[in-house]
């Protein structure tokens, strides 16, 4: 099966504008969570979403944003960029069902390395 | 927030050597897991341990639990030079949200 993906890879922003990230899962994975990764705050969770509606959500200003599709692609969306969210963007997609059997690993894509000048 | 804190920070090894990395948490969890990361790239799922095991094994890697003192260990036996990368603790949640909650990581550098 192929992995994650995300796009794009890399992405430099002026502040105030506003970014769009994609995801597309692994084939059959239904759930899809977003972290944001600094070398001040680390790995932090933003949202998830399962069956294209958003089931966990971190703590980040509405500013962060996303949605999730039929075929379970998800796109984060940040408005009003500010300096601070310069950070790398990781999707991450599970099976989403039935995690209190299977647990819930996840897989991780290979990351969006947003900068914002 | 982060869950816990990750000791040591950074680890530095000779090829051959074993490697341990310990993670402490705070609140109580459903399971845990330990993640890979290849200097800024995404992360590989290592292992995952529930909160009723004790111990787990998967080749080189020795994962404990102990939900008593809410700390975790990951052993890597007999380690490369292809092990060095960061390595992440992650907690789920026995209740409430169950997104992964990250450890500060350890930076493991191996010399060959």
């Known amino acids: 099966k192929a992995g994650v993906t995300q796009t794009p890879r890399y992405l430099i922003k002026t502040r105030g504008q506003q970014v769009t990230l994609s995801c597309s899962p692994i084939?059959?994975?239904?759930?899809v969570s977003w972290y944001q990764q600094t070398p001040g705050q680390g790995l932090q969770f933003l949202f998830e979403?399962?069956?294209?509606?958003?089931?966990n959500k971190g703590n980040f200003p509405g500013r962060f944003s996303g949605r999730q599709f039929s075929n379970s692609r998800s796109e984060m969306n940040v408005s009003t960029l500010e300096l601070g969210d310069s950070a790398l963007y990781l999707c991450?997609?599970?099976?989403?069902?039935?995690?209190?059997?299977?647990?819930?690993?996840?897989?991780f894509g290979p990351g969006t390395r947003l900068t914002v000048t | 927030s982060q869950q816990g804190e990750e000791d040591p920070q950074a680890l530095s090894i000779q090829e051959g050597e074993n490697a341990t990395m310990n993670c402490s948490y705070k609140?109580?969890?459903?399971?845990l897991q330990w993640y890979r990361q290849n200097s800024g790239r995404g992360l590989v799922h290592l292992i995952l341990?529930?909160?009723?095991?004790r111990e787990k094994h998967s080749g080189r890697l020795r994962v404990t639990l102990d939900t008593s003192k809410k700390s975790s260990s990951l052993l890597i036996t007999a380690s490369r030079a292809a092990d060095t990368a960061s390595y992440f603790c992650?907690?789920?949640?026995?209740?409430?949200?169950?997104?992964?909650?990250f450890g500060s990581g350890t930076r493991l550098q191996v010399q060959p």
């Open positions: 991450a997609s599970s099976l989403g069902d039935r995690e209190y059997l299977f647990g819930n690993e996840q897989y």
């Open positions: 084939s059959g994975h239904r759930s």
């Open positions: 979403y399962f069956s294209e509606t958003q089931r």
């Open positions: 609140t109580s969890i459903n399971n």
């Open positions: 341990i529930r909160s009723n095991e």
């Open positions: 992650a907690t789920v949640s026995d209740t409430g949200r169950r997104a992964l909650t």
